[in-house]
């Protein structure tokens, strides 16, 4: 590896997360309010028995009702912030919790809301399904979010393919997707990526597949050995916890010493310094691999595809397509490790069981870890699995 791209790695910014302290009760989901959008309470459940599908297990019908809902969303005000689509909200919680106080004792615990701890399943889960229930909404149809299986190249290339995701970037045109209905001219980044992400802003979405010279995506062996650690997730219920017993953790696809500072910066960003050794693996390695490096600065800073700038990864919608196959896999694990349930209990601010998640708390949707358990209550299932012990 070259030196200029050792130095370029050890400034990655990958993750970030807001620290603020939440202490409020687990509330029931039906006693609370689903925000200003409807005066129904919030409720998770579906209609009947949504399927969420392998890409490239749908048809060409329902590729195009998932596409046209996604770009509907696109079109649609958020009605959480006039200022932004709905889908663009959806980018704007993600990238919110990447903020930190540097003044905040909390940030001595190496550890965030939404990635790199316990809560980054649960939160995930929410956010997923809240995404689901806004294309319904905006579309009119029971759309579910199809899942990308990393380990199988049928599904990778469904996933790519012009009639969903669209396909690699054009080297010539500084790695713009060109083709797919999410192409460049057809869908504009309204949300910026933060901190040293900032050098990769574009305006449309950039890809250089596969060109992220440590990381290749997740083997079937790979998802197996993540599928038998016997533990929701360990102490100390950070990029630390070891693999071979937390889930969450090898899941997430971190590494034991593979991150080797945690901090927050002056300007409010939280960053993190790897050992440049340890590549990403599952879901992280799914986020480089389709972003992938674009190039670098003349300072030596990356330029990263979409994907790879994780603050504001899910303006490339293939981010839901990832996610849906982290929560996929997630409700086969509990179909398998009966017993074994979300941990810590308590001890672990914003990571805890009952801790209501942020940012979504903010915007009237409360709901905690121990909520998002059985996807049976959320009203959807995979085609794999329905997430329940036999
Ligand atoms: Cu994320």
Redo the contacts with the bound molecule.
């Keep these: 590896m070259s030196l200029r791209l050792m130095r370029a790695r050890r400034r990655l910014l990958l993750l970030s997360a807001s620290f603020a302290v939440v202490t409020a009760a687990a509330l029931p989901l039906s006693g609370s309010a689903w925000s200003s959008e409807s005066p129904k309470p919030l409720d998770l459940s579906g209609k009947d028995d949504l399927v969420r599908k392998n890409a490239k297990a749908l048809s060409a019908k329902e590729k195009k009702d998932f596409v046209d809902a996604v770009l509907k969303l696109k079109a649609t005000a958020s009605p959480y912030d006039s200022n932004l689509s709905y889908y663009d909200q959806f980018v704007a919680w993600?990238k919110s919790?990447m903020t930190c106080d540097p003044s905040d004792p909390m940030m001595q615990m190496p550890m965030m809301m939404?990635?790199a701890g316990p809560v980054f399943l649960p939160w995930?889960r929410l956010y997923l399904r809240l995404f689901e229930r806004a294309l319904d909404k905006v579309s009119g149809k029971s759309v579910t979010v199809p899942y990308w299986d990393w380990s199988d190249p049928a599904s990778t290339a469904a996933v790519f393919s012009p009639d969903l995701m669209g396909g690699n970037g054009d080297s010539s045109k500084g790695f713009a997707v060109t083709t797919g209905p999410f192409r460049q001219g057809q869908w504009k980044l309204n949300i910026n990526p933060m901190g040293q992400e900032t050098e990769s802003a574009t305006t449309y979405i950039t890809r250089n597949i596969g060109a992220a010279p440590f990381t290749s995506l997740p083997t079937a062996a790979d998802v197996n050995a993540a599928l038998a650690a016997p533990r929701y997730d360990a102490a100390p219920y950070n990029t630390d916890s070891d693999t071979s017993v937390s889930f969450r953790n090898a899941l997430e696809g971190w590494s034991p010493g593979g991150v080797t500072k945690t901090s927050c910066s002056a300007d409010g960003v939280m960053e993190q310094e790897f050992d440049l050794s340890i590549p990403p693996k599952m879901h992280n390695s799914a986020h480089t691999w389709a972003g992938g490096l674009l190039g670098f600065t003349a300072d030596g800073q990356l330029l990263k595809g979409t994907m790879m700038q994780?603050s504001v990864?899910p303006n490339d919608p293939v981010f839901f397509l990832n996610?849906a196959n982290v929560d996929r896999l997630w409700a086969q694990w509990q179909a398998t490790h009966c017993g074994s349930n979300y941990e810590p209990t308590s001890g672990y601010p914003m990571n805890s069981a009952g801790d209501i998640m942020q940012p979504f708390d903010k915007a009237g949707i409360k709901a905690s870890p121990s909520m998002l358990q059985a996807i049976r209550t959320l009203g959807y299932r995979y085609d794999t699995t329905r997430g329940e012990c036999k």
């Design positions: 993600h919790l939404g990635h995930h994780i990864s996610h």
